[in-house]
């Protein structure tokens, strides 16, 4: 990223360290994206040169048109892209927690569990409430009644649904409403309690109220777990990141705190964009 | 604008929707007849076909006094039907065993007249019950094949040349006739299929010496229920291949990744998250599978059907493997047997379409269940 933030800076009159990105990893780091390339068919990269650092505790924001890479980087977080069989980062490395992710010596099980995912279209088990949010527990092979009963208790609490749905946990996960669904999913994703939690557009598919709900639940979610969430929504960029990231046809273009980049990007393509006068 | 003069008066004589006989018209219908013809056509063949056998099976089920249906006929096994005649011109018609008793009780009546028809007697309890075996050894069997199969493809296997090729195979023996699997399974299971045992027959191809002094011995399952199971198995695994394969991809990506992104590992994310959902659908497709295979002669005529048995399974045998093992009647091979390869009379007549009538009734139910429940199991089905 070294590069294209410097370039963005020389090439304006901004004062040359407003870009905090390019700061070498610091104790707060958490994720480090250095100089990747990723092609789901060999020969095709989608993403290229990427580098990036996300902070522990914060919310970042991946914003971008259609099709830039936003979902493909989030992905490859949790080598979700793993799953396909051609896909495969064809240069640089992906460090979380100071590990290089995509080593053989990792535990692909491990990193997932490490780094949560919430898809955009939710996507409850079709179980009840409880074992929904008890699935991961489950299956690291955790049996104790009042262990599970606690994690749920807990993730529903956080996920603010415990209150809608204490008295029938046993009823189906699928008979919430789109948005209480979602809520759900995230907190199945925060029962196994990972460090970071990624999100897909996770408001895509819910309607204002509900999309209010989840975003004020990201924020105090914030204190406990590093977030990345991609959106298209600028105004949701704006309520609930701390630092946002523009990506521009594979490529990162700026990345900078939510504040600066909206208000006053380093680059004419993220004005263009944020502003909506992009095309 | 409201001039009604200036309009010109409707004319009641010119119809501009006269009927026209266009050549585009003409067409039309011969068309239209065609088609319905050819709908009328089917229809008539399923009418005459059931209602044919309705009305030659149905009496032979049922009757008219308590209980109303023949009970004799489900649980006696096919017997040779006596028909004769004493000197004083009484008719006799009885199956082979009271024959014996009656000639016992009647020493001194003469028989002047006396016609066997073989397994015109007795009842189809004995091929009932082998066609019940055979689907359930079938259905166990290509189930477990079946699952795993598409499982592996479905799942777990990476998309490529190798894999199309091994589909396209999987889909063109579907397309392989009965008999010929009715002859791979004589080959395979019935000659060379291994069997553990303590002394190999001659004909065993290959001894491979196991502890305790016994050997697996590719020797064959030799004709049994075992063998014509494993046949008929095979024949439908296209059948249940594709089913079970339709029914895993119906499952939402989502809950393979969801799962998955919790930790799970592959195996887990299937087991837990996709074969729950997806066995519902897997069984309804399989059952129609059943329908076929309970119907099939081919595959069985050479690997497991006779068209005599005395015994029922369970009497013949004391053990799993023997009961496994032995020969069973089945009811595509006994209508086989009494339309084809016996004399015909009237005598025969009842048998024939009495075992045709419950076999048909029989294989209309599970079709019907199989349609019951994927109506049942798509209602429910929510995400
Ligand atoms: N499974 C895949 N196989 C091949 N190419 C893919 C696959 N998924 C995405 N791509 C391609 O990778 C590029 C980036 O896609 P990606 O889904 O990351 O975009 P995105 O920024 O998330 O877009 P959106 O905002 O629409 O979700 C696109 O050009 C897309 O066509
Ligand atoms: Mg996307």
Not at chain 1, 12 to 27: I, K, L, R
Not at chain 1, 171 to 180: I, K, M, N, Y
Request: some cysteine; hydrophobic content about 40%.
């Amino acid at each position: 990223m070294s590069d294209e933030t410097r370039e963005g800076s020389l090439s304006t009159d901004e004062t040359p360290g407003g870009s905090s990105a390019v700061a070498p990893a610091t104790a707060d780091t958490v994720i480090e994206v250095d100089d990747v390339n990723f092609a789901y068919v060999k020969g095709k990269d989608v993403l290229r040169d990427i580098s990036m650092q996300i902070n522990k505790g914060q919310v970042t924001a991946f914003i971008g048109p259609s099709g830039c890479g936003k979902s493909t980087l989030l992905r490859c977080l949790n080598r979700m892209n793993d799953l396909i069989p051609t896909a495969e980062i064809t240069k640089g490395e992906i460090r979380i927690l100071g590990t290089d992710i995509y080593d053989p010596s990792v535990d692909v099980i491990e990193l997932r569990k490490h780094v949560g995912m919430v898809f955009q279209k939710y996507n409850p088990f079709p179980k009840s409430i409880y074992e929904n949010v008890a699935f991961g527990l489950r299956i690291q092979g955790i049996k104790s009644k009042s262990v599970l009963d606690e994690a749920v208790e807990r993730s529903l609490k956080l996920a603010g649904l415990w209150e809608e749905v204490k008295d029938r946990l046993d009823s189906s996960g699928l008979g919430l409403s789109g948005g209480q669904q979602q809520r759900l999913c995230i907190a199945r994703t925060i029962a196994v309690q990972p460090k970071i939690v990624l999100m897909d557009e996770p408001c895509s598919a819910l309607d204002p109220i509900s999309t209010t709900i989840i975003e004020e639940l990201i924020t105090q979610l914030k204190d406990e777990f590093t977030i990345v969430i991609v959106t298209h929504n600028m105004q949701q960029a704006t309520r609930v990141s701390d630092r946002t990231a523009y990506f521009y046809l594979g490529e990162l273009i700026e990345m900078d705190d939510t504040i600066k980049i909206f208000n006053n990007p380093s680059r004419k393509e993220t004005e263009d964009y944020v502003s909506g006068r992009f095309g | 604008m409201h001039d009604q003069a200036t309009d010109p008066p409707l004319q009641k004589s010119e119809n501009p929707f006269q009927k026209k006989i266009t050549p585009q018209k003409r067409q039309d219908a011969v068309v239209s007849t065609v088609l319905r013809m050819a709908t009328y056509f089917i229809l008539i063949c399923a009418a005459f076909i059931f209602l044919d056998i309705i009305r030659k099976g149905a009496p032979v089920v049922f009757q008219t006094e308590f209980p109303f249906v023949n009970t004799k006929f489900f649980t006696d096994s096919p017997e040779t039907l006596m028909t004769f005649e004493t000197e004083d011109g009484t008719f006799y018609k009885m199956d082979f065993s009271d024959y014996s008793q009656w000639k016992r009780d009647n020493p001194e009546g003469r028989i002047v007249e006396e016609h066997s028809h073989a397994y015109s007697g007795g009842g189809i309890f004995g091929p009932l019950v082998g066609t019940a075996l055979l689907t359930i050894i079938c259905i166990i069997v290509a189930l477990f094949v079946g699952l795993t199969t598409a499982v592996y493809l479905n799942e777990y296997s990476s998309k490529g040349r190798f894999m199309d090729m091994v589909r396209l195979a999987i889909m063109n023996l579907a397309g392989v006739p009965s008999i010929v699997f009715g002859l791979f399974g004589l080959g395979l299971f019935c000659f060379v299929a291994p069997v553990i045992t303590g002394e190999p027959q001659e004909r065993s191809i290959l001894n491979i010496p196991l502890f305790g002094g016994n050997f697996l011995a590719f020797q064959g399952w030799g004709t049994s229920m075992i063998a014509g199971g494993f046949t008929l198995a095979v024949m439908i695994l296209p059948v249940i291949i594709a089913a079970c394969e339709e029914s895993l991809k119906a499952i939402p990506m989502g809950f393979r990744e969801a799962s998955l992104a919790l930790g799970a590992t592959k195996w887990q994310s299937i087991s837990k998250s996709v074969l729950p959902y997806a066995f519902p659908g897997m069984l309804t497709a399989s059952i129609l599978g059943i329908t076929r295979v309970a119907g099939e002669t081919a595959p069985i005529m050479f690997t497991a059907a006779l068209a005599h048995k005395d015994k029922l399974p369970w009497q013949d045998t004391d053990s799993i493997g023997g009961f496994f093992s032995q020969s069973v009647q089945a009811m595509p091979y006994h209508i086989y047997t009494v339309a084809a390869r016996i004399p015909q009379s009237e005598y025969t007549k009842p048998m024939q379409f009495g075992s045709v009538f419950v076999f048909m009734v029989l294989v209309m139910c599970f079709a019907a269940l199989s349609i019951f429940m994927r109506i049942n199991y798509r209602k429910r089905v929510k995400w």
